[in-house]
């Protein structure tokens, strides 16, 4: 993945120098820092981390989500349903 990324970025870094000028270099690296800033924030945001905890604890972390768009489904089908008729470990 990274030999492709950089291989992606070498083809286009020429081309986009030609298009905004040799005077807006920097504004390339504006975006590439934009870039990497709003990826590290949806990577804190929506990933989760599983350093030192056990496999059951994983699958536990995964299954509560499950749970909850199963939960989600059956109240949008049925919008009389209460969340008390729906049996969520």
Do not use: C
Request: proline residues 3%; aromatic residues 16%.
């Amino acid at each position: 993945m990274n030999w492709g990324i950089n291989l992606f970025i070498s083809f286009l870094i020429p081309n986009v120098i030609l298009w905004i000028g040799d005077d807006n270099v920097g504004y390339i690296f504006i975006f590439f820092a934009a870039t990497s800033f709003f990826g590290t924030i949806f990577i804190k945001v929506f990933m989760y981390e599983t350093m030192g905890k056990s496999q059951q604890e994983i699958e536990d972390m995964f299954n509560m989500d499950k749970d909850h768009l199963e939960l989600r489904k059956a109240k949008s089908s049925n919008p009389d349903m209460a969340y008390s008729d729906v049996s969520v470990p």
